[in-house]
């Protein structure tokens, strides 16, 4: 069932459209990404669905509630929504405890909720007088979780909440923010342009291009079935082939319409002599457990070019034949953009 949903949505900043018709449902309970490069629109949906910023056009529902449409907007602390933003946004003067309880009612009730919220968010009891400036970031990041959960929202709101952090700490802060809002069955609804972030955290992922929402749907629906190519290249390495490239491949495709392969639909065998295609290693740079090739077709042209990643330790030299061969299907592209390869 759908706890948020999004019609016609429609923000407008002078001259720019930060938002354009944007339809969007959000099932309860469930976890859903806004992606999209810098500037298509992702944060100005995020602050419309909270009550920061107003529509010009369309509504925005919450649990069959009307939050906003042109007329009318619930103002954002009415609307059970929490928010965590980037960083930054703890109370600096208040403890660790004192900003957890915030706007909560009862002195008894605020000791326990924040003992339970510190112990949800694996924040150890005693540090519940520490101030913000104590905290390391990503502790920071539980304390404005822990918060935001205080007030049993219906609805999460999380703003690039990994972007200030250390890769490593980045990821087993994200890992635990999924555990803890799943175990919590809180819906969310966060922002990100990491589109790894995204493919593993999200239950839905919407793609923004230019205020539009260009395609919604499961990860694996954005990486494996994109609908045309800029889509494919923002979830990683896309092969787009079309007419003679595919058959260079041994593919057969629609004859005017591209199709797109992920690098590991391709097969790479050393040796190579009962591969369907051949090719060779140009170049091949060493990135710790895999190393990135750059691989040309040979035999038949035309020669495609385009990068895999092999594991290193028996990854082939710059100049080595190898034999390629294509597992699964190659996934036709709706709206083809121009480029051949990446
Ligand atoms: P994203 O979060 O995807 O980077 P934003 O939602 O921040 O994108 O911005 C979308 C577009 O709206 C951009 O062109 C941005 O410059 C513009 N924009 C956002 N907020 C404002 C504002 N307060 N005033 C004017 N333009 C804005």
Known sequence: MS??????????????????????????????????PSGSGKTTLLRLIAGFETLDGGSISLDGELLADESNSVPA????????????????????????????SGHAERHARVDALLDLVGLARTMADRRPHELSGGQQQRVALARALARRPRLMLLDEPFSALDTGLREDLRDLVAEV??????????????????????????LMRDGVIVQAGSPEDL??????????????EAIVVAGAEAGALGLHIAPDAPAMLRPEQF?????????????????RTFRGPTCRLLIETTGTPPFLQFKLDYPSATA??????IGLKV??????LTAPSPAATS
């Open 77 to 104: 602390y009415r609307r059970g929504i929490g928010y965590v933003a980037q960083e930054g946004a703890l109370f600096p003067h208040l403890t660790v405890a004192e900003n957890i309880a915030f706007g909560l």
């Open 181 to 206: 809002l799943s175990s919590a069955g809180v819906t969310t609804v966060f922002v990100t342009h990491d589109q790894s972030e995204a493919l593993s955290f999200a239950d839905q992922v919407a």
């Open 223 to 236: 990486y494996f079935r994109p609908r045309d190519a800029e889509a494919a290249r923002f979830f990683g």
């Open 267 to 283: 097969v790479l065998s050393t040796g190579g002599a009962d591969s369907p295609v051949s090719g060779r290693v140009l170049t």
């Open 3 to 36: 706890l948020l949903s999004l019609r016609k949505v429609t923000k407008r900043y002078g001259n720019v459209v930060a938002a354009s018709h944007v339809d969007l449902d959000v099932a309860a309970g469930s976890r859903t990404a806004i992606v999209g």
């Open 327 to 332: 597992v699964g299907e190659p996934h036709p």
């Open 316 to 321: 082939p030299e710059v100049g080595a034949a």
